[in-house]
T-cell receptor, first 115, second 115 residues
Framework: EAGVVQSPRYKIIEKKQPVAFWCNPI?????LYWYLQNLGQGPELLIR????????DSQLPKDRFSAERLKGVDSTLKIQPAELGDSAVYLC?????????????FGPGTRLTVL | AQTVTQSQPEMSVQEAETVTLSCTYD???????LFWYKQPPSRQMILVIR??????QNATENRFSVNFQKAAKSFSLKISDSQLGDAAMYFC????????????FGGGTRLMVKP
């Protein structure tokens, strides 16, 4: 069974440029999560999807961040414009459902460096 | 809001020895799950072990076991017969049982294994 796929693995951009990250969850997983992981810290949830609906985006900085999950499968997270403080790892995870009993499977993440 | 605290930023262990990583959490919920995740340099978060709060018996997975003290809100991870491949960041995480609860991570413990 294929795991959660993310691309790119690494991205280096200059500040004020746009950037997008892509995630393909495990087949059949209805719930998809985007996390932000700063260096030396644990991941923090940015947004959670149930199928194509964003059901929890309270932690997403909406002035510059946006996300979509068209057709309820793969998802894209965008930053426009990027700032120096956005340098971090962006993790995507998926699970069968949203209750605590369901394990979250993580992708390898995208490491973003903003110069 | 739930919080998860890992008080050991770094730990080291000799190969084949045993090491214990500490974790405490704060919650007012009665039904929840606790997890230990391993994150090697490849950044892939891997679930090591999980504990359901309603279970009194401590979870074990091969060389990994937990000491779950519900009243003290403590959840430590014991790694027996440590191997070089165990070297990684370890994150303790909490999640409420109900739908909509998010996974809350601690700050992580870096484990080094000495040959």
């Amino acid at each position: 069974e294929a795991g959660v796929v993310q691309s790119p693995r690494y991205k280096i951009i200059e500040k004020k440029q746009p950037v997008a990250f892509w995630c393909n969850p495990i087949s059949g997983h209805n719930t998809l999560y985007w996390y932000l992981q700063n260096l030396g810290q644990g991941p923090e949830l940015l947004i959670r999807y149930e199928n194509e609906e964003a059901v929890d985006d309270s932690q997403l900085p909406k002035d510059r961040f946006s996300a979509e999950r068209l057709k309820g499968v793969d998802s894209t997270l965008k930053i426009q414009p990027a700032e120096l403080g956005d340098s971090a790892v962006y993790l995507c995870a998926s699970s069968l459902g949203d209750r605590g009993i369901y394990e979250q499977f993580f992708g390898p993440g995208t490491r973003l460096t903003v110069l | 809001a739930q919080t998860v605290t890992q008080s050991q930023p770094e730990m080291s262990v000799q190969e084949a020895e045993t090491v214990t990583l500490s974790c405490t959490y704060d919650t007012s919920e009665s039904d929840y799950y606790l997890f230990w995740y391993k994150q090697p340099p490849s950044r892939q978060m891997i679930l090591v072990i999980r504990q359901e709060a309603y279970k009194q018996q401590n979870a074990t997975e091969n060389r990994f076991s937990v000491n779950f003290q519900k009243a003290a809100k403590s959840f430590s991870l014991k790694i027996s017969d440590s191997q070089l491949g165990d070297a990684a960041m370890y994150f303790c995480a909490y999640r409420g049982e109900s739908a909509g609860n998010m996974l809350t991570f601690g700050g992580g413990t870096r484990l080094m294994v000495k040959p």
